[in-house]
């Protein structure tokens, strides 16, 4: 049982690079979730999806794009990377609202 | 607006120790839920505990305990008997609202040395 798996697990990008992170979650849970963490700053939601389909932004969404083409991906996008973007980029996913949210084991990124 | 504090950024005790980490919300909601997530060196978060806000019983597990108190809004989490391996940050968070997603205080580092 998978749970919830993040690609990659490390990444090392130059300033104005693109990539993109996959979530992917076994559990066929509705709701997913994309968080940073910096030090000393906790976890801060950047964009959810209540479904298929569907995307929202949450607290800090500047830089970052997302999409939910199937139920149990999850994708985090950067279309140019800058330095403050580096950090570490945890996925979630619950079966429901307010439910208790399963992690991946996050993405470290560093953007030079 | 939907706040959580975890006051201590960093607590050091030793090995058989009983420690607390407090951690205190503010929410609007009428009915809302509170969580406890550890993260240890490895970098993974763990789950440890949600609590509705109707439930206000104290709750143990093992050498964990947690104190709800609705009317200082705190949620606070106990250790005894404290090990090595118990080091680590660890995040008090409550549910955001109608999203689902959870709002996190910054965390409090626990080293237990032996």
């Known amino acids: 049982n998978a749970g919830v798996t993040q690609t990659p697990k490390f990444r090392v990008l130059k300033t104005g690079q693109s990539m993109t992170l996959l979530c992917a979650q076994d559990m066929n849970h509705e709701y997913m979730y994309w968080y940073r963490q910096d030090p000393g700053m906790g976890l801060r939601l950047i964009h959810y999806s209540v479904g298929e389909g569907t995307t929202a932004k949450g607290e800090v969404p500047d830089g970052y794009n997302v999409s939910r083409l199937k139920k149990q991906n999850f994708l985090l996008g950067l279309e140019s990377a800058a330095p403050s973007q580096t950090s570490v980029y945890f996925c979630?996913?619950?079966?429901?609202?307010?439910?208790?949210?399963?992690f991946g084991d996050g993405t470290r990124l560093s953007i030079l | 607006a939907q706040k959580v504090t975890q006051a201590q950024t960093e607590i050091s005790v030793v090995e058989k120790e009983d420690v607390t980490l407090d951690c205190v919300y503010e929410?609007?909601?009428?009915?809302?839920?509170l969580f406890w997530y550890k993260q240890p060196p490895s970098g993974e978060l763990v789950f440890l505990i949600r609590?509705?806000?109707?439930?206000?019983q104290n709750e143990i597990s093992g050498r964990y305990s947690w104190n709800f108190q609705k009317s200082t809004s705190s949620f606070n989490f106990t250790i005894t008997a404290s090990q090595v391996v118990d080091s680590a940050v660890y995040f008090c968070?409550?549910?955001?609202?109608?999203?689902?997603?959870?709002?996190f205080g910054k965390g409090t580092k626990l080293s237990v040395k032996p």
């Open positions: 979630a996913s619950s079966s429901l609202s307010r439910s208790r949210q399963h």
């Open positions: 929410t609007r909601d009428t009915t809302y839920y």
């Open positions: 968070a409550n549910d955001g609202g109608s999203q689902g997603n959870l709002i």
């Open positions: 609590r509705n806000s109707f439930d206000e």
